[in-house]
């Protein structure tokens, strides 16, 4: 793992919602602390209604995490373009992160309970 890079469980129940639906909530929770940026919560994919999110084209490459691929939502209001994102395959040291979701706070609520 990278030595500015932490993952750990996130403590409580956290949920995620989109134009006002609850699309994820779960006490499963991985918070990503990155030196120089925000603290990440991700969700455990089985956590979340991915039949609401719809895999765009969008791609990122990130040196310390790996390759990104997004997400949008189809939300009642209409969509929301690459709100979420997920490392498929995180580089060593990131496995914590697999199978995870983690959303744009700015597009969409991410709170803790």
Request: a negative charge; glycine letters at 8%.
């Amino acid at each position: 793992m990278s030595s500015h890079i932490e993952t750990r469980k996130a403590a409580g129940t956290w949920v995620v919602r989109a134009g006002g639906a609850v699309l994820g909530e779960t006490q499963n929770a991985v918070e990503l602390l990155e030196d120089g940026y925000e603290p990440v919560i991700y969700f455990p994919r089985e956590d979340i209604a991915m039949a609401f999110l719809e895999a765009s084209e969008k791609t990122s490459h990130c040196p310390h995490k790996g390759d990104a691929s997004y997400y949008t939502i189809q939300a009642k209001s209409g969509p929301i373009l690459n709100a979420a994102w997920s490392y498929e395959s995180p580089i060593a040291g990131m496995e914590a992160i697999t199978g995870h979701l983690a959303f744009y706070t700015d597009r969409v609520a991410v709170e803790q309970l």
